[in-house]
Antibody, heavy 123, light 107 residues
Framework: QVQLQESGPGLVKPSQTLSLTCTVS??????????WSWIRQHPGKGLEWIGY???????YYTPSLKSRVTISVDTSKNQFSLKLSSVTAADTAVYYC???????????????WGQGTLVTVSS | DIQMTQSPSSLSASLGDRVTITCRAS??????LNWYQQKPGKAPKFLIY???RLQSEVPSRFSGSGSGTDFTLTISSLQPDDFASYYC?????????FGQGTKLEIK
């Protein structure tokens, strides 16, 4: 059974960089069978897809966040990470990592999710 | 980006009721539509892909249908575990986008 677990600071100051890591267990990122995604949910709101990474390092970011987002992968640790720069209060959200069955292809869906981690942007 | 609009935003229903949630895409997405269930304080759970295909272990009371721009999620007989929020998501094109969600509450 695949499990994903987010980790990182729960509080980030405005203008700084939000950094989160997702640790995958029960399956290898290096298998190349899946893509690895980040999604966020503002308090009391809906879901916003941020982007994904493939084990090779290939990425796709949603255009609205592209200038501030970096997703990276560390296959040796079976982890992938999210960095979001120049954060403001509008970036306060629960951040989820998830496994994407097929990435950019149309057969894509998010079949396993981490429990989520709340990141608050505040001074 | 493709806009996904769900209706209603919230819905009250009773145990045993048949419930239908609608998701509309701003352009045709064929059947590239997924559904997720989310309970308060929990991560979303994947339910349905390709508009109508149930993920394994999802109860058969759940069903999905539709193609093009209009889709539905139906729960044939509401059970206590079904009271949650439901989200549709298109996988037709990038970036992936979700509907705003439908909150299903107990009447």
């Amino acid at each position: 059974q695949v499990q994903l677990q987010e980790s990182g600071p729960g509080l980030v100051k405005p203008s700084q960089t939000l950094s989160l890591t997702c640790t995958v267990s029960g399956g290898s990122i290096s298998s190349g069978a899946y893509y690895w995604s980040w999604i966020r949910q503002h308090p009391g709101k809906g879901l916003e897809w941020i982007g994904y990474i493939y084990y090779s390092g290939s990425t796709y970011y949603t255009p609205s966040l592209k200038s501030r987002v970096t997703i990276s992968v560390d296959t040796s640790k079976n982890q992938f990470s999210l960095k979001l720069s120049s954060v403001t209060a509008a970036d306060t959200a629960v951040y989820y990592c998830a496994r994407d069955r097929a990435g950019y292809t149309q057969d894509s869906y998010l079949d396993y999710w981490g429990q989520g981690t709340l990141v608050t942007v505040s001074s | 980006d493709i806009q996904m609009t769900q209706s209603p935003s919230s819905l009250s229903a009773s145990l045993g009721d048949r419930v239908t949630i609608t998701c509309r895409a701003s352009q045709s997405i064929s059947t590239y539509l997924n559904w997720y269930q989310q309970k308060p304080g929990k991560a979303p759970k994947f339910l349905i892909y390709a508009a109508s295909r149930l993920q394994s272990e999802v109860p058969s009371r759940f069903s999905g249908s539709g193609s093009g721009t209009d889709f539905t999620l139906t729960i044939s007989s509401l059970q206590p575990d079904d009271f949650a929020s439901y989200y549709c998501q298109q996988s037709f094109t990038m970036p992936r986008t979700f509907g705003q969600g439908t909150k299903l509450e107990i009447k």
